[in-house]
């Protein structure tokens, strides 16, 4: 199993930058689709989630507006599409999967989610 974050980079406040996460491995059809971000203050924080059957969402209140996740089913793939950013933004971004969404609730918890990817960075100067 294998999940592949790309997309990071460096942007000026106010800019945007689109994240990927490719997935591959195994089914992940029952499964939610979770971005977190670990900045030092916060600690590991999700920002938004998705679910990969149904297409709900969910997002963290500091992204609200600004950030939109969507899912592409044909090519197993997340984005999360990041507009207005600020530089309170800045963390490495890490997509993860919580296989257990029988009950259609998104989980916030780290531990809850069973597949990570690797992180991508993003900076943004102000």
């Known amino acids: 199993v294998q999940l592949q974050a790309s997309g990071g980079g460096l942007v000026q406040y106010g800019g945007s930058l689109r994240l990927s996460c490719a997935a591959s491995?195994?089914?992940?059809?029952?499964?939610?689709m979770g971005w977190f971000r670990h900045t030092p203050g916060k600690g590991c924080e999700i920002v938004a989630a998705?679910?990969?059957?149904?297409?709900?969402?969910f997002y963290a209140d500091s992204v609200k507006g600004r950030f939109a996740i969507s899912s592409d089913n044909a090519k197993n793939t997340v984005y999360l599409q990041m507009n207005f950013l600020k530089p309170e933004d800045t963390a490495p971004y890490y997509c993860?999967?919580?296989?257990?969404?029988?009950?259609?609730?998104?989980?916030?918890?780290?531990?809850?989610?069973?597949?990570w990817g690797q992180g991508t960075q993003v900076t943004v100067s102000s």
């Open positions: 491995g195994r089914s992940f059809k029952n499964s939610a």
């Open positions: 998705i679910g990969w059957s149904d297409g709900r969402t």
């Open positions: 993860a999967a919580d296989l257990d969404y029988s009950d259609r609730s998104f989980q916030t918890i780290p531990y809850e989610y069973d597949y």
